[in-house]
């Protein structure tokens, strides 16, 4: 079984910062593109980051310039570190794993539970 587990959410003022973690836990060997979605209420969930295992990055633009997604592979985490934040930033933030192979499975498509963020003064 592989899980993926968020934490660093919060209450952040307008122009503050946050860092999420994503951690997955499993008996995990590899884990190729990963990636941070978010959804507002009221709207559909949208693609954020994503991070290949090679450290290639892609974001949507209007989070370029203020959010960095990073990852330790050694320790099967993603980061989002989350710079001038807007109130249009407030979300739950969902961390996503293309595809995670242990030693007995290969899982496709695996989420965490989210992370609320907003974005208040």
């Known amino acids: 079984q592989v899980q993926l587990v968020e934490s660093g959410g919060g209450l952040v003022q307008p122009g503050g910062s946050l860092r999420l973690s994503c951690a997955a836990s499993?008996?995990?060997?590899?884990?190729?593109?990963m990636g941070w979605y978010r959804q507002a209420p009221g709207k559909q969930r949208e693609l954020v980051a994503t991070?290949?295992?090679?450290?290639?990055?892609n974001y949507i633009d209007p989070v370029k310039g203020r959010f960095t997604i990073s990852r330790d592979n050694a320790k099967n985490t993603v980061y989002l570190q989350m710079n001038s934040l807007k109130p249009e930033d407030t979300a739950v933030y969902y961390c996503?794993?293309?595809?995670?192979?242990?030693?007995?499975?290969?899982?496709?498509?695996?989420w965490g539970q989210g992370t609320l963020v907003t974005v208040s003064s």
């Open positions: 996503n794993a293309q595809r995670v192979e242990t030693r007995t499975h290969v899982y496709f498509g695996v």
């Open positions: 499993g008996s995990i060997f590899s884990i190729n593109a």
């Open positions: 991070i290949t295992s090679e450290g290639n990055t």
